[in-house]
């Protein structure tokens, strides 16, 4: 049936982009000189490790402006992300998690894709997660230039995880922004949060910027029905209970070839339902820290006959703290805490070069050395204390290498392969192919074939608590076969029309299996997922940009059936308009997806969701504002989980403001 659904929306979506091309008007209508019709699309990076376009690039990409984030109000991660095409996202009151291609499970720690910062991965080394879309993604959103999201599979050019997206962050240069900048923000909900910025010129061709920023958010009241008993407060939570506070901070400094970025952050939530069964509700004491520390360089540098050398070396730190409450028949309330570290370093090394016969190609070669990969639970009672202790450190080496070569004179071939070894988790071998037929200058067709991998993460393949999870030291890597075709179609004023069709097998998926007594991590059923993207957008006029995209999938499970947390349609459209031309801004954003099922097999009900934000540019030349409501129609809505429930309210209405004010540049 899918099938038969992908083969009809390519139709209707070459037919609608054939109608908006003829009647969006030509120069003359709009006053638009010829040469603005067919602009150059924004660049990427993150596709193949160098400078492309949009249509160069051997994946399908949407990018995120920071235009984009001023204009509909973006605060987190999460917000940005939940406006790309085909992404969703859940929340469980700890963190946030997105999936994409109608895969999301319940319980993974954000495990199948890619979060990176100006192209290092922020993956980290004991749970493999990449849990940085909420208040626990470092970066504060006014230094974004722009985000890159490749769809598709990445692992030929990173290594593990890069099975269904990879999401690359770029900052703003240090070069041309505000001397300085001091932002407030607040919302009904409680948050509190001021961050402040400067950029130096130091001379000589050295350039720095600051950033930092503290928030601590008041947190919200729950209703959770499978609470509501006299004993749990008829199942309304504390605010006190969904609590958070932390710190951000950056720097970037400009030494010629050199660019030297450091990123320190800290996030304690507070967790209103407990893990587990035994978890105790609206618990004030039950608390998780994320702490993500990094230091880096990079250097880049031509070379003879137009090659280029890049290198990067970062050291990268992450703390996890926790400890939740647990009820027991002794009433004696046990404490269940953790303490897990992990410290690495790893450099990257790139050589590009060109060749007649084989055309561009790039050769690699990547080093990770873990220092410290430490996991320490404890359980504590009045009369007793059991602890728990992992050592998992690891070390890893790959090679890899990329050709780019031209077939014809419009058809471009990409090839990539990497190995990679692993001291505790063994080889992998990750190819990509795609080709690449600019039809013309307007219309580009693209077909990837990708073989990523997943490593199983420390924590589920070590960790042994003899309380609720055993180790699983027979646990296999993930694989993936994938195939997708791209159309994309830049029509007149700068829109672009977009149908992407995908065939997605994920083998040897690891899940949870809680038979035999204590649970461990296993290679469970294969994943199967295929649908159809469309997506439609860009200015309309001066004054109006509009865009609209929806998703068409079906994933499901080998010998279960339809996927948990698994909607079969998204949909997803933006407007906004200028009520003063380039200095005050109103935008709308109206998100809505199918029912989706939980782990005990309930389904949750269609999410409508819709955000109205109004924004300013430079209506002052020092002060700028930003306000918007988030969820205007106070849907009641829920997300499939995996804690003590299967399900977590989501967030209802709220109202926010952002106070900017800045210095000259």
């Known amino acids: 049936m899918i099938d038969g659904i992908c083969r009809r929306a390519c139709v209707v ?7 908006i091309d003829a009647q969006v008007g030509s120069p003359g209508e709009f006053g638009a000189p010829s040469d603005a019709l067919f602009q150059d699309l924004p660049i990427v990076h993150a596709a193949a490790l160098h400078a492309q ?30 406006s790309v095409r085909g992404f969703y996202g859940t929340n469980d009151r700890a963190y946030q998690y997105f999936g994409s291609r109608g895969v999301n499970l319940p319980g ?5 894709f890619l979060v990176m910062l100006n192209g290092q991965p922020l993956t980290e080394a004991i749970y493999a997660s990449n849990n940085f879309f909420g208040a626990d993604f470092g970066l504060d959103l006014d230094l974004i230039e722009r985000i890159e999201v490749i769809r598709g599979p990445t692992g030929a050019l990173y290594g593990s995880n890069g099975m269904l997206a990879n999401i690359n962050v770029v900052t703003k240069s240090p070069v041309g922004i505000e001397h300085g900048r001091l932002s407030t923000e ?4 409680g948050q509190r949060k001021v961050t402040a910025s400067t950029s130096v010129d ?56 050199w660019n030297l970025m450091a990123c320190f952050n800290s996030r304690q939530k507070y967790l209103p339902i407990g893990w587990a069964e035994t978890g105790i509700f609206d618990s004030q004491d039950s608390w998780a820290m994320d702490e993500r520390n990094m230091l880096g360089a990079m250097y880049s540098r031509e070379v003879r006959r137009g090659g280029k050398i890049r290198w990067q070396i970062f050291w990268d730190q992450y703390r996890y703290t926790a400890q939740e409450h647990y009820r027991a028949e002794e009433d004696l309330e046990p404490v269940y805490a953790e303490s897990n570290r992990a410290q690495w370093v790893n450099t990257r090394l790139t050589y590009d070069f060109s060749n007649k016969r084989l055309g561009n190609i790039m050769i690699g070669a990547f080093s990770a050395f873990e220092l410290q990969n430490r996991q320490h639970g404890q359980t504590r009672t009045l009369d007793s204390v059991e602890d728990f202790f992992v050592d998992a450190a690891d070390r890893q080496q790959a090679v890899f290498a990329q050709v780019e070569r031209k077939l014809a004179r419009r058809l471009t071939a990409h090839a990539g392969l990497r190995f990679d070894n692993s001291f505790n988790y063994g080889v992998a071998l990750s ?16 077909i990837v074939y990708g073989r990523p991998f ?16 055993s180790a699983a030291l027979n646990l296999q890597k993930e694989t993936a076969h994938t195939l997708e075709g791209v159309l994309e179609r830049k029509l007149k004023r700068g829109l672009l029309a977009v149908a992407n069709v995908y065939d997605y097998r994920l083998n040897k998926l690891i899940q949870t299996n809680y038979e035999g007594g204590l649970a461990h991590y296993d290679n469970a059923n294969a994943i199967k997922s295929r649908g159809v993207e469309l997506e439609l957008g860009g200015p309309v006029s001066d004054r109006l940009r509009m865009e609209a995209s929806v998703a068409l999938q079906r994933a499901s499970e080998r010998q279960v059936g339809w996927l948990v947390n698994s909607p079969r ?3 997803n459209t933006r407007t906004s308009y200028d009520l003063v031309p380039k200095r005050v801004t109103l935008a709308g954003a109206f998100y809505t997806m199918g029912r989706r099922l939980t782990f005990l097999g309930d389904e949750v009900p269609r999410v409508h969701m819709l955000d109205v934000t109004v924004s300013t540019v430079r209506l002052s030349p020092r002060f700028d504002i930003v306000a918007g409501v988030r969820n205007l129609l106070d849907g009641n809505y829920v997300h499939p989980a995996a804690l003590a429930i299967d399900r977590m309210p989501f967030e209802r209405r709220s109202v926010f403001v952002k106070l900017i004010a800045r210095s000259g540049e």
């Open 13 to 19: 979506i070459l037919l609608a982009a054939s109608a």
């Open 53 to 82: 376009t949009l249509e160069e690039a051997p994946a399908n990409v949407t990018i995120i402006t920071a235009a984009d984030i001023r204009r509909y109000g973006y605060r987190t991660l999460g917000e940005a992300l939940a």
């Open 108 to 112: 993974d720690y954000n495990t199948r």
């Open 186 to 189: 607040t919302d009904s909900f």
């Open 202 to 257: 130091l001379g000589r061709g050295r350039n720095l910027l600051v950033s930092a920023s503290v928030f601590n958010n008041r947190g919200q009241s729950l209703y959770v029905p499978e609470y509501n008993t006299p004993s749990t407060g008829f199942g309304y939570s504390s605010t006190k209970s969904d609590r958070e506070r932390g710190y951000h901070s950056f720097a970037n400094l400009l030494i010629g070839q």
């Open 431 to 446: 190819p990509r192919l795609a080709l690449v037929f600019q039809q013309s200058n307007r219309t580009a067709w693209k």
């Open 454 to 469: 997943r490593n199983p993460s420390a924590y589920e393949k070590y960790w042994n608590d003899g309380v609720a999870l």
């Open 569 to 571: 349609w998204i949909v």
